[in-house]
């Protein structure tokens, strides 16, 4: 059975669809069999992201409403063979994900997948519910700012209460992915330091993704950056936080103040 992940945060805009595509694919280009799954019903951003809106034909509403079998809606990567997409419907409306359904398609998608990667909307709403409602892990997308510390805050406690692992007394296994980091900036005191992201939010560190050009331009040629530049600091960056989600135990690499130097500090706290 594969492992079901939310990429989760509350706050919108804080680079969830970017981080789906990018770990998704930085899993898949270890061979393992991943789907990333759009539960953004009405926005639908993954399959820009992934380079795939041109081959949407059917989408998770359809598959959940009978409209389609599980199989012709999923999208191979072009790149990646062992890569799937299950794009969300961009006419229909949240109201027509059903709990049941939902639950239907990741469970089947469990059987045939090492990894089921939810990117969730933004919000505390039912469409973000449901995307982590089936989750056994959470990423939870968190910039280093106030406002994002404190949605992440909120999203940590619905993950520890309205998830079915939650509902079973079970212990949601979440990690901290933080995103659009400026070691310039947080040098200045300009954004929050990432000690006191830790201390606000106290769930273990899976990576520190570099602010970067370098993502807007893998959006817009369609590609995870993973896949578009995987050299670049931030892909790196997903490189190593997808062999973390793996299992393995790495220190987690700090974007240094000056470009291209990366100083290795250590997770504060254990998985
Ligand atoms: N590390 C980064 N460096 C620079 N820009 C980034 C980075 N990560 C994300 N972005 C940009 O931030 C914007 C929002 O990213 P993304 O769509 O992934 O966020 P989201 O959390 O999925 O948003 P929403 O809540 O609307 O679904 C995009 O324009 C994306 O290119
Ligand atoms: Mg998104």
């Given amino acids: 059975m594969g492992k079901v992940i ?39 951003n993954l399959d820009l992201v992934m380079g795939a809106e041109r081959r949407v034909v059917y989408d998770l509403v ?11 809606a999923l999208i191979r990567d072009k790149r990646l063979e062992t890569l799937f997409l299950l794009p969300a419907s961009q006419t229909r409306d949240k109201d027509n994900l059903t709990a049941e359904g939902v639950e239907q ?11 089921v990667i939810c990117d969730s909307p933004a919000g505390i709403e039912r469409g973000a519910t449901l995307a982590m409602r089936h989750a056994d892990v959470a990423v939870v997308v968190t910039n280093p700012e106030v406002s994002s510390v404190r949605d992440s805050d909120r999203i940590i406690g619905l993950l520890d209460s309205k998830t079915l692992k939650a509902e079973r007394g079970e212990r949601m296994e979440k990690h901290l992915l933080l995103t659009r980091y400026d070691a310039n900036r947080a040098e200045r005191g300009d954004m929050l330091k990432v000690e006191d992201v830790l201390e606000i939010l106290s ?9 970067s050009s370098d993502v807007l331009r893998a959006s817009n040629i369609g590609a995870p950056v993973t ?35 990366l100083s290795k500090i250590f997770a504060r706290r254990a998985a």
Avoid at 230 to 255: C, D, H, K, Q
């Fill in 203 to 211: 769930i273990p560190l899976l990576g520190i993704i570099p602010e």
């Fill in 6 to 44: 939310v990429v989760t945060s509350g706050k919108g805009g804080v680079g969830k669809t970017t981080s789906t595509a990018a770990l998704g694919a930085a899993l898949a280009q270890r061979n393992e069999k991943v789907v990333v799954v759009d539960f953004d019903v009405g926005l639908r």
């Fill in 227 to 261: 896949l578009a530049d995987a050299r670049s600091a931030p892909a790196m960056a997903y490189f190593e936080a997808a062999r973390r989600l793996a299992g393995e135990a790495l220190p987690v690499s700090m974007p240094g103040e000056k470009r291209g130097i």
């Fill in 105 to 115: 398609v990741i469970g089947e998608l469990k059987r045939y997948f090492d990894w």
């Fill in 62 to 72: 359809n598959v959940i409403q009978g409209d389609a079998k599980l199989p012709q």
